[in-house]
């Protein structure tokens, strides 16, 4: 074989987790020692891990892996309303049914192949790293911890939007920032406690935060045409047709939020594809059928923006439903911080364990096995910036996370040509044309994005902008951690995680 494809097979990221994975499978966790022993010897670098499997009595299995991911990309019919608002409701429903379809339907594709064949302590980095090599996947993390300081700000100002429906003295002064630092705080707590907590309130969330739609959609039909002159509050959004579709894309995304967590996944191979496409009905059904209730009442385009569910509930079903909505709207905005600080926080653990950022962050807790100090490194992070417009976060937020993903279909493809032989449970359906084509309209849709949100101003200048001097401080990040650690951080000692 000639010698430049054999150094391109033997790239530091195949052989290790190949043994790795072996191993694991004979019943033996293999010591990093071990990985770094059994791997082909390439360019001094970090040793790959795919992070130590947590004990089976303590990984999710598929329902509560469904609810983790539906708080990861939805959180429910609320953050919808703008949709209606600037689309109509005959455009809005046909965005929201259209685009599961193109956006995220691929992704889902996409996500069960990989998280199949890598089912990976930090999911899609370990992917792009493993695809595209170090510099690749450290530019893929980052875009995604960038991606979420302006994601994660944006549930805590949700749930500020809702509780000020019902109490409009939180709306006063500063005290919205003092509602979202305790919510942040409480999702710590309950990371902390561990992924089993996390998962298993998210399915009770689910549950607690349906019911009032349920009730909504029962309700509809009794009010049919009725609410053509209902009195509403006034609303204040300005989003228009483009505005909307940006809304309706962010409301589809976080797919491949679900994947950092797959060593803690109960046969992931089989649970993540499953996962992945009943996450993908549940959500768009959840979205699509209260909207197509509430258009048989009548009730304007116009009515709506964001928060606007309080209002039409005490329209269909009085004051106790009204409040329930209210109640709803807290809970997705909460169930949804706390999902996502879960898949969050598993980057810089994944990235600590390869010896791309200091030891520390892979300290786990003993028992919970949660990474403490990724988590509290990430909420101070996301604490920081509450306050800041939704409409703006929304704007911010795909264009970071679109660019990741983009790396995540390119890693697919890679994959195809590097591994073919690569063990797949699921694969994209297709052949390689079809790992190709899967990508094209997501990245359409990403394109469409950068056009319009050329108008969305971020520190005076434009979000295109603004976006690229993120991409552009990764790369400086990177080699200045090339320059500070040529030979990576320094691996975690095995007292800094618990046993398996």
Known sequence: MPSVVQDFLDRDLKFPLRWRRF??????????????????????????????????????????????????????????????????YSHALLLLALTPLLWSLPTAFMIGELSSA?????????????ALGNFWGFQGAWLSLMSSIFDMAIYPTLFILYLTRMFPWFGEGRRGIWVGLALVAACTLLNLAGVKAVSNSSLWFFFLLS?????????????????????????????????????????????????????????????????????????TLTYIVPIAAIWMTGLPATA???????????????????????????ISAFGMFNALAMSYSRLPLAMAQDGMLPGFFARTLPGTRAPWVSIVACAVGWALCLGLGFSRL??????????????????LVALRFREPELPRPFRVPGGLAGAVAVGLTPALMLGFSLLHAQNEPVLGMSSPTFGLALIG????????????????WTVPRENDQVPG
């Open 304 to 330: 709506w923006e964001t928060g606007s569910w309080v209002d039409i509930g005490g329209l269909v079903g009085g004051p106790l439903l009204r409040l329930a909505l209210v109640i709803g709207g807290m």
């Open 23 to 88: 191993a694991v499978c004979c019943g033996h966790e293999l010591s990093r020692e071990e990985a770094i022993a059994t791997s082909v010897p390439s360019e001094p670098q970090p040793a790959p891990v795919s992070g130590t499997p947590s004990h089976p009595s303590a990984r999710l299995t598929l329902w509560p892996l469904v609810a983790a991911t539906f708080f990861m990309v939805c959180g429910g019919s609320y953050g919808i309303e703008d949709i209606v608002h600037g689309a109509g």
């Open 118 to 130: 890598l089912p990976c302590e930090g999911g899609f980095y370990a992917w792009v790293r493993r």
């Open 394 to 411: 929304v704007t911010i937020d795909i264009l970071l996370y679109g660019t990741n993903l983009m790396l995540e279909f390119a890693a």
């Open 473 to 488: 401080a990764g790369f400086a990040v990177y080699f200045l951690n090339s320059v500070i650690k040529p030979q990576g």
């Open 211 to 283: 019911a009032p739609f349920v009730l909504v959609v029962l309700l509809a039909p009794l009010h049919y045409g009725r609410l053509f002159d209902a009195m509403t509050t006034p609303t204040t959004s300005k989003v228009d047709f483009i505005g909307g579709l940006l809304i309706c894309m962010w409301n589809y995304t976080g797919w491949d939020n679900a994947s950092t967590i797959a060593t803690e996944v109960e046969r992931p191979q089989k649970t993540y594809p499953r996962a992945m496409l009943a996450a993908v009905v549940l959500v």
